[in-house]
């Protein structure tokens, strides 16, 4: 009995510190930007070991997952809610309900998604950790796609056209395109429905 009580204050006081960590970092990703805070600097304004922090946290990127791992879900479920709306819409027009609704919540939590997509360099791939925000996205991606021309699934078509929608919604791409180019998320939306959903040529057109 006195174990299982001892078992209880220790998952606790796990849950205490996870929380107080999240507050610290959000604090200062507010105050300085994601990509100046480091893991140390967390662990010093929450007056905890490093070695703490790394039992609750691998990385900053997954620090920065979980401070928007709540919020996704809603994300999704609002996807779906216009997807169910607009069943039989034409997939150009979900695609932009889709990415209208990706870039709204890219511009909301930017300096999170920089932190979400801060990943090892053996992993290029956008938000390649593999968590619901790349896989559900990618899913959806797809399945528009394949409404296109059903053969893409046979043919891996449409989840290359996924994987490199996804590549241009990663930040570095996102961010040069809003402070290089100078386009806004309008824009840019309306340039990634253009690119993505053009016809494919025909035998007959392609050159040589």
Same mark, same amino acid.
């Given at each position: 009995?006195?174990?299982?009580? $001892?078992?209880?204050?220790?998952?606790?006081?796990?849950?205490?510190?996870?929380?107080?960590?999240? $507050?610290?970092? %959000?604090?200062?990703?507010?105050?300085?930007?994601?990509?100046?805070v480091s893991m140390n600097q967390i662990a010093m304004e929450a007056q905890i070991g490093s070695g703490t922090l790394y039992r609750?946290?691998?990385?900053?990127?997954?620090?920065?997952?979980?401070?928007?791992?709540?919020?996704?879900?809603?994300?999704?479920?609002?996807?779906?809610?216009?997807?169910? $709306?607009?069943?039989?819409?034409? @997939?150009?027009?979900?695609?932009?309900?889709?990415?209208?609704?990706?870039?709204?919540?890219?511009?909301?939590k930017r300096n999170l998604l920089f932190g979400v997509e801060e990943i090892p360099s053996k992993k290029p791939m956008a938000f390649?950790?593999?968590? @619901?925000?790349?896989?559900?996205?990618?899913?959806?991606?797809?399945?528009?796609?394949?409404?296109?021309?059903?053969?893409?699934?046979?043919?891996?078509? %449409?989840?290359?056209?996924?994987?490199?929608?996804?590549?241009?919604?990663? =930040?570095?791409?996102?961010?040069?395109?809003?402070?290089? =180019?100078?386009?806004?998320?309008?824009?840019?939306?309306?340039?990634?429905?253009?690119?993505?959903?053009?016809?494919?040529?025909?035998?007959?057109?392609? $050159? @040589?």
């Open positions: 009995m006195q174990g299982e009580e $001892e078992g209880k204050a220790i998952r606790r006081d796990a849950a205490k510190n996870r929380l107080h960590i999240l $507050e610290v970092a %959000s604090v200062l990703f507010s105050q300085q930007g994601v990509e100046q609750h946290f691998r990385d900053k990127s997954e620090l920065c997952y979980a401070l928007i791992n709540d919020q996704i879900p809603f994300l999704f479920e609002d996807m779906d809610d216009f997807l169910a $709306e607009h069943a039989k819409e034409p @997939p150009n027009q979900k695609l932009e309900g889709v990415l209208k609704r990706f870039l709204r919540f890219r511009e909301t390649s950790h593999q968590n @619901p925000l790349f896989d559900q996205m990618h899913a959806l991606l797809m399945a528009i796609f394949q409404e296109v021309d059903p053969s893409e699934q046979a043919t891996g078509t %449409s989840e290359f056209k996924a994987d490199l929608l996804m590549m241009a919604l990663r =930040r570095d791409a996102y961010e040069f395109q809003r402070e290089i =180019r100078g386009r806004s998320p309008d824009e840019i939306l309306q340039q990634l429905c253009q690119t993505f959903m053009a016809q494919p040529l025909t035998t007959d057109e392609r $050159e @040589p």
